[in-house]
Nanobody
C-alpha cells in the first residue's frame, strides 16, 4: 500500500498563495488531491497521472490551482493561487486502489476509488 504524507498547509489571506506537497512511498499510477470542509462531503480537487502527467481539476479551482509532480522525488504539489475563503478545508492526497491507465471526465473524483490516504493538512483562508 502506498504511504502518503502531506505538508504545506497553513493560514493564508484571500487572494494569496500556498503550495501543498504530497510525498509518496511506493508505486501509484495517479495521485489526487481532495479536500473536506466542516459539515461537507470530501471533494475531489485535482489529479495527476504518473504515466503522461495529464491533469484534471474540479471546476471550482480551474484557473487558480495547479497540480504538478516530481517523479524523481515521488512528490506531487498543489499550487494554490488566488485563494478564497471557500477553499478553507483539510486537504488530503490519495492514491487509487487499482492501476489507472487513463481517466475520463470526472470519474477520478469519487473518494471510493482511492485506497491510500494521507493524514491531511489544514488550509485556512482568512483575513
Amino acid at each position: 500500500q502506498v504511504q502518503l504524507v502531506e505538508s504545506g498547509g497553513g493560514l493564508v489571506q484571500p487572494g494569496g498563495s500556498l503550495r501543498l506537497s504530497c510525498a509518496a512511498s511506493g508505486f501509484t499510477s495517479a495521485i489526487a488531491w481532495f479536500r473536506q470542509a466542516p459539515g461537507k462531503e470530501r471533494e475531489g480537487v485535482s489529479l495527476i497521472m504518473k504515466s503522461d502527467g495529464s491533469t484534471h481539476y474540479a471546476d471550482s479551482v480551474k484557473g487558480r490551482f495547479t497540480i504538478s509532480r516530481d517523479n524523481d522525488e515521488n512528490i506531487v504539489y498543489l499550487q494554490m493561487n488566488m485563494v478564497k475563503p471557500e477553499d478553507t478545508a483539510v486537504y488530503y492526497c490519495a492514491a487509487p486502489k487499482t492501476i489507472w491507465v487513463k481517466v475520463y471526465d470526472d470519474a477520478w473524483s469519487d473518494p471510493a476509488l482511492y485506497g491510500s490516504w494521507g493524514q491531511g493538512t489544514q488550509v485556512t483562508v482568512s483575513s
